[in-house]
């Protein structure tokens, strides 16, 4: 590790005082660094192509903000948990010393997970290109409390309508996340499926489907109200009527670097779960 991004969280105060106390201690290894935030950071801002690894700071959100500016260099990123569950983070941000002296010496793994691509296309048109999520893609109604229908098709062959508050489409990463609250199943990370989550659907499939990595997912939205297409809870883009939502998996996949046995994830799981026991 030649160059290495650390990321802070500008709302998380002890952010800026661990990742100061990184950089130093980093620059006194040998190691070239750069210091920013992951709040509101574009590509011409931090130098990708420079880079052997960054390290952000924060919660899942901020793994998230990062994953989307990395993955499109294949970089691995190193999260240091400073948020309430943390299934993406690592590090303790006690540990932070001795899991960079691991990093260093080369202990450690790469975990890659799958990404989906979204893009939007109104009256055959592409409105919305070549956007990547970690955890889901969600169309789903606005602020009005009524349904919105969902035209579904894979691989062009039609699947059903869900008359429901939304649709998730989901990443074994995003199992945990917004399509878990919805009642779907939890997938192992290391799994490269898509899960269609139904949002409290009425009349109509209730059941979540889980499909191989390489279909394409078109969905159609009728309404007569407000729609959004959300991704990964963070970004969103208003729907009209008729437009058409694809999403499949992104060329691109998120690295984590791993310092836990590869069989982390179940009891990482159960920790973070146990509350609902």
């Known amino acids: 590790m030649h160059h290495v991004a650390v990321l802070t969280h500008p709302k998380i105060p002890v ?16 190691v070239k660094t750069w ?4 709040w509101g950071l574009e590509e011409d801002h931090i130098p990708l192509a420079d880079l052997d ?5 924060g919660g899942d959100g901020t793994l998230l903000r990062t994953t989307r500016l ?16 943390g299934f993406l983070a690592e590090v303790n941000p006690d540990a932070w010393r001795r899991a960079l002296e691991r990093v260093l010496r080369g202990d450690f793994w790469v975990e890659r997970r799958l990404m989906l691509r979204v893009e ?26 009524r349904v919105v229908r969902v035209t579904t098709e894979i691989n062009g062959s039609y699947l059903t309508t869900y008359v429901a508050d939304g649709v998730i489409v989901s990443t074994p990463t995003g199992s945990t996340a917004y399509a878990l609250a919805a009642g779907g199943p939890i997938l192992a ?14 009349l109509s499939l209730a059941r979540s489907l889980i499909l191989q990595q390489d279909v394409v997912i078109a969905m159609r939205v009728r309404t007569d109200h407000k729609a959004i297409l959300t991704t990964d809870g963070q970004t969103y883009y208003d729907l009209q009527d008729g437009d058409r939502v694809i ?9 984590f670097i791993r310092l836990r046995s590869r069989d982390y994830f179940y009891q990482s799981l159960m920790e973070r779960l146990q509350w609902t026991i």
């Open 53 to 57: 690894l960054i390290i952000a700071l």
């Open 247 to 255: 999403v499949a998996a992104s060329p691109y996949r998120a690295s």
């Open 120 to 145: 939007v296309y109104r009256d055959g048109e592409p409105v919305l290109k070549d956007v990547d999520a970690l955890n889901e893609v969600v169309v789903s109604r606005g602020g009005v409390a």
């Open 15 to 30: 952010s800026e005082s661990i990742g100061g106390a990184i950089v130093e201690w980093l620059q006194a290894q040998g």
């Open 35 to 38: 210091l920013g935030s992951s």
């Open 70 to 85: 990395a993955a499109p260099h294949d970089l691995p990123i190193l999260g240091i948990n400073l948020g309430r569950l």
């Open 189 to 202: 990370p290391e799994l490269h499926n898509l899960t269609i989550v139904p949002i409290a659907p009425h």
